[in-house]
Nanobody, 123 residues
């Protein structure tokens, strides 16, 4: 089992930056087998959509609106996943969710979700 804990959200003004962090907790085997990581966001009444992800094999994916502003990374390919968000816009306001998978051949979204963390961007 893997438990994901997000941090780094909050309220910012448009044009500012945030870095979200996701710490994966679990058994050594479960953590070591994580092979897909991603960040999703879901605003009230909207669908949950992929913001940025790293699929098994290292393929990076970004949504169109964030591909020039957001960067996903995994610290030492281990248990901390970051989402660096620069030049935030009001439309980036949402709840952001960390997601990981740890099964061979899996793809995003993986099995495990964080509880979500709020990001509010004001003009």
């Amino acid at each position: 089992q893997v438990q994901l804990v997000e941090s780094g959200g909050g309220a910012v003004m448009a044009g500012e930056s945030l870095r979200l962090a996701c710490v994966a907790h679990g058994g050594v085997d479960a953590i070591d087998r994580i092979n897909a990581v991603g960040w999703y966001r879901q605003a009230p009444g909207d669908q949950r959509v992929l913001v940025a992800g790293i699929s098994p094999g290292g393929l990076l994916q970004y949504e169109d609106s964030g591909k020039d502003r957001f960067t996903i990374s995994r610290l030492n390919n281990r248990n901390i996943i970051y989402l660096q968000m620069n030049d935030l816009k009001v439309e980036d306001t949402s709840v952001y969710y960390c997601n990981v998978g740890n099964q061979r051949g899996s793809s995003l979204p993986g099995r495990y979700w964080g509880r979500g963390i709020q990001v509010n961007v004001s003009s």
